[in-house]
């Protein structure tokens, strides 16, 4: 039997805010919520109606080369865009989630234009001021929210290269900062790094 494929609108969510007089849409995504490492990092996108970008998808399901090549398509075709992070000691100090929610309004407050809607990736509101939706696995289901997660993933793995060559023996640049056995194994060999979340790296220095 041949299996059929799921046909995505990926409208939907944008088109339902319209219907219900919302003007000016945006999606709102995040990456780097669960690395040792580094910042997370949030973006929002604001895409013109019915503008379709070919091969967008979550950006967790696209290779690094097409996550790359489709950053520089959304920021040429997005009526606006905002990224933002929160740094490893704004996660320390707050945690991860408000970390979050502090990336995702600094983007947000980034946008060029204001929307009067707002579509957010995952089940809880990062309390923006304007109506939102939250969206569970959202990055594979609205257009908007897709770009947001190719921006934010592009822009942190970018840091997370760039914080290769000022950490080299992390090898920053094959994990990004994830907790793959590599990462493990340079942790227990050089100690923590300015860049790395304390908060998330208690048990395992506890286990020491």
């Known amino acids: 039997m041949k299996k ?7 409208f939907k969510f944008e088109n339902e805010a319209k219907a219900n007089g919302y003007n000016i849409v945006c999606g709102i995504d995040e990456a780097g ?3 040792l490492a580094g910042p997370v990092c949030a973006a929002a996108v604001i895409l013109p109606e019915g503008c379709e970008i070919e091969g967008i998808n ?9 996550r790359e090549a489709l950053y520089d398509v959304i920021i040429e075709k ?11 000691k704004e996660i320390d100090e707050i945690n991860i989630l408000q970390a979050t929610y502090l990336a995702m ?9 204001k929307p009067d809607m707002a579509l957010v990736d995952g ?11 939250t969206i569970v696995k ?16 592009v822009t942190r793995d970018r840091f997370m290269l760039e914080m290769d060559k000022k950490y080299p023996e992390y090898q920053f640049a094959k994990h990004k900062g994830y907790g793959t056995k590599l990462h493990y194994e340079m942790l ?13 790296l208690k048990s395992f220095y506890g286990n020491k």
Request: charge should be negative; proline fraction near 5%; charged fraction near 30%.
């Open 4 to 10: 059929e494929v799921e046909v995505i609108d990926w």
């Open 138 to 153: 959202g990055d594979a289901r609205s257009m908007s929210i897709a770009a947001a997660s190719i921006l934010a993933k």
């Open 58 to 66: 979550d950006s967790k399901k696209l290779t690094e080369k097409k």
């Open 123 to 133: 089940n809880r509101d990062p309390e923006l001021g304007i109506p939102t939706q």
């Open 188 to 200: 227990t060999e050089y100690g923590p790094s300015e860049i790395h979340r304390m908060t998330f």
């Open 105 to 113: 309004n600094r983007a947000f407050q980034k946008l060029g234009v």
């Open 33 to 35: 919520r669960g690395p």
């Open 78 to 88: 997005a009526l606006a865009y905002g990224i933002a992070t929160a740094d490893e």
